[in-house]
């Protein structure tokens, strides 16, 4: 990620899957980028404003500017998170530097 990413989009989403398959959507009122990993490979759809896809295991990450607007997240059975405890953990840091490999 270079340093304009960095003070353009300055702030981090980080999704932890569960061990479930589980889906995500997460919507802000700046721009999202997609942090370390192919869409495709990983069938993550990102607009300017909002990034949706799934996840069992492992981590997702975007950065984005402007403020978080929505996130729903709900587990294979479409029970949201407030309901299901195996839905992904969801962490928003605002002013967040990227790392030197770009996360």
Not at 9 to 15: C, E, G, M
Not at 41 to 53: C, K, M, P
Not at 62 to 88: I, K, L, Q
């Amino acid at each position: 990620m270079t340093a304009k990413h960095e003070d353009t989009l300055p702030n981090l989403v980080t999704i932890v899957g569960r061990g479930v398959p589980s889906n995500y959507e997460i919507t802000v009122n700046g721009e999202i980028e997609l942090v370390g990993s192919d869409p495709l490979e990983e069938a993550t759809v990102v607009t300017d404003h909002a990034a949706e896809g799934a996840i069992e295991t492992g981590v997702m990450r975007f950065r984005f500017s402007g403020e978080m607007a929505n996130v729903h997240v709900v587990d294979w059975n479409g029970t949201p998170a407030s309901e299901s405890p195996n839905t992904p953990e969801v962490h928003i840091d605002y002013g967040v530097p990227a790392r030197s490999d770009g996360k």
